[in-house]
């Protein structure tokens, strides 16, 4: 049953909500965690898919009808495709997507894609047709390069799950993401262009944010969203497209018309006056920015019996305080305590 819309205390309608079903992963890429990982949460402190069934079903009735599942690496949680079954089937869940490393594509993607098969009913009543969306993170096309930064000998591996998915018409379109390093992602460029130009994948290159777990960001290791647009549109002319509200990502075709380049500038050119976006952690927890200092539990009220009524006033008073801003860069930002992993991205 639709409710009021969730909105924050600056008056932006949240629609978007980033769940993390697990904090592990199988890779260690560099911008993220160190060589020996992190601690891992206790299997009975992360959220069953009951219980994240049930949050995205409540906040589906708020209008927050777009889920990205994350984690960690959310294919190693173990069933991870009866889960995506079961938000695909709520009312008022219109978009669904996953972001993964791609290591165990090639083993679930035909679950996954049938997973999402079913038809769901948007918030307005009109009923649209299934299917997920997916985006998958390669940080280089070269096996050496690939491995120096996630420490894993896994291209070949991604790029055949990959592969996969791609077979199946019903995952398209396919993001491919890249968080972008100076002093390494220069060099990769051209190659993920010519992905760009010669497949079916829309190429993203993320810039690097402070949420590493050895704390060694700085800004000058930021390749930014401007100095990429001039490599690529020195390669072919880019022309920009529409940016939709709320959207993480600027977006540009190729002028001749094969194929498109995303950027995602969250540090150069924040988006933070649209964000529509809160996220839910592995373990309950609530987030209303990436870089929030602060965190909402809901699982414990949820385990303890709240009900939905009860859970929703914890969730609209935690989204009326919702950050501003990010203030990255400014004098005083505190990195937060969670690494991307812990948060979900």
């Known amino acids: 049953m639709a409710t009021e819309q969730l909105v924050d205390g600056h008056g932006r309608r949240i629609a978007d909500v980033r769940v993390s079903v697990t904090d592990r992963c199988?890779?260690?890429?560099?911008?993220?965690?160190?060589a020996e990982g992190l601690p891992w949460l206790d299997r009975a402190e992360v959220l069953t898919f009951e219980e994240i069934a049930r949050l995205v079903t409540l906040l589906a009735s708020m209008g927050v009808h777009d889920v990205r599942l994350t984690g960690g690496e959310p294919l190693v949680r173990r069933d991870f495709p009866r889960l995506v079954a079961m938000l695909a089937g709520i009312d008022g869940v219109e978009d669904l997507a996953i972001t993964t490393n791609g290591f165990l594509l090639e083993?679930?993607?035909?679950?996954?894609?049938?997973?999402?098969?079913?038809?769901?009913?948007?918030?307005?009543?009109?009923?649209?047709?299934g299917g997920i969306r997916f985006n998958v993170s390669v940080d280089s096309l070269q096996a050496d390069r690939f491995y120096e930064l996630t420490r894993r000998d896994a291209l070949d591996q991604v790029l055949r799950g990959l592969n996969t998915l791609a077979a199946f018409p019903q995952a398209h379109p396919i993001k491919v993401n890249a968080v972008a390093l100076r002093g390494?992602?220069?060099?990769?460029?051209?190659?993920?262009?010519?992905?760009?130009?010669?497949?079916?994948?829309?190429?993203?290159?993320?810039?690097?944010?402070?949420?590493?777990?050895?704390?060694?960001?700085?800004?000058?290791?930021?390749?930014?969203?401007?100095?990429?647009?001039?490599?690529?549109?020195?390669?072919?002319?880019?022309?920009?497209?529409?940016?939709?509200?709320?959207?993480?990502?600027?977006?540009?075709?190729?002028a001749d018309g094969r194929g498109r380049i995303g950027l995602i500038n969250p540090v150069s050119e924040p988006f933070c006056g649209d964000c529509n976006r809160i996220r839910l952690t592995a373990d309950g927890r609530l987030r209303t920015c990436l870089f929030s200092l602060n965190e909402t539990n809901l699982r414990d009220p949820l385990r303890s019996g709240a009900s939905d009524p009860e859970l929703e006033q914890i969730v609209r008073d935690a989204v009326w305080r919702k950050e501003l801003k990010h203030h990255i860069g400014e004098p005083g930002f505190v990195q937060p305590a969670r690494t991307m992993s812990a948060i979900g991205g």
């Open 26 to 34: 199988n890779f260690r890429c560099q911008y993220c965690m160190p």
């Open 107 to 129: 083993r679930d993607a035909a679950a996954l894609v049938a997973a999402g098969a079913g038809r769901r009913r948007g918030a307005d009543g009109r009923s649209r047709a």
């Open 184 to 254: 390494f992602t220069e060099d990769e460029v051209p190659a993920f262009v010519e992905l760009a130009r010669n497949s079916a994948y829309e190429v993203r290159f993320i810039e690097f944010m402070p949420l590493d777990a050895d704390h060694a960001w700085t800004s000058d290791k930021v390749l930014t969203g401007a100095e990429l647009h001039t490599m690529i549109d020195a390669l072919y002319p880019l022309e920009p497209l529409e940016r939709e509200p709320g959207a993480t990502a600027r977006v540009y075709r190729f």
